[in-house]
């Protein structure tokens, strides 16, 4: 699975490029506020393992008006970090690496 080149975004973290991209527009559930916002990131260079993020926030697009924090780019860099201290290998080629950072969230009714 690698990301499209349009709507991604870049960022360096400790001297390597990535690229990652969130929906802009939410998924049914992740407009109902049913599930939570998540976004993509991978190597710039060499794609190759693709690391999906849950957030703990609703979309910001939700239906319902739900306040939700925008994904930042220090967000993204932190959860880089994270990933790859939890064994996150971008270059190398597999299945997605998932983390799930949605403890917290609680979906609409």
Known sequence: MALGRKGARRIVVDGTAYRWRSRRRP???QALAWTPCA???EHADAPGTTLVV???QPHPSNWFG?????VLPSDVAQTIQRA??????PTAPGSPFHLNLSTGF????
């Open 106 to 109: 609680t979906p609409s009714p």
């Open 39 to 41: 976004f993509a990131v």
């Open 84 to 89: 790859l201290s939890e064994g996150w290998t």
């Open 54 to 56: 849950t957030t703990d």
């Open 27 to 29: 998924t049914c559930f």
């Open 66 to 70: 739900r306040e939700a924090k925008p």
